[in-house]
């Protein structure tokens, strides 16, 4: 019932920008960590930009000055700006949420479909 659905990726030039959302979907009680991570062909996942409840975050050296992940807990959804888009920059990016269903049950992890983003002239 509860799942991560993420919209907004798509096909830009280098230099260009895109922004990423992923929203929660169905009932939660709060949503503790929420991530985006990306696999490009021939790569191993890698975590990209990470953002706590309390609006804490870090991001990987390869992005630090270009993304921008900010959340709207009241919506239950992370965003994701991109700018200076890079080739490098093209993968598979995955919307990840770390969710408490109800109070005294167990964290657990949620994982998006996985959206497109391409970088290419």
């Known amino acids: 019932q509860v799942q991560l659905v993420e919209s907004g990726g798509g096909l830009v030039q280098p230099g260009g920008s895109l922004r990423l959302s992923c929203a929660v979907s169905g009932s939660i009680f709060s949503a503790n960590a929420m991530d985006w991570y990306r696999q490009a062909p021939g790569k191993q996942r890698e975590l990209v930009a990470s953002?706590?409840?309390?609006?804490?975050?870090s991001y990987a050296d390869s992005v630090k000055g270009r993304f921008t992940i900010s959340r709207d807990n009241a919506k239950n959804t992370v965003y994701l700006q991109m700018n200076s888009l890079k080739p490098e920059d093209t993968a598979v990016y995955y919307c990840?949420?770390?969710?408490?269903?109800?109070?005294?049950?167990?964290?657990?992890?949620?994982w998006g479909q996985g959206i497109q983003v391409t970088v290419s002239s």
């Open positions: 990840h949420a770390v969710l408490l269903l109800r109070p005294g049950v167990a964290l657990r992890h949620y």
């Open positions: 953002i706590t409840s309390g609006g804490s975050t």
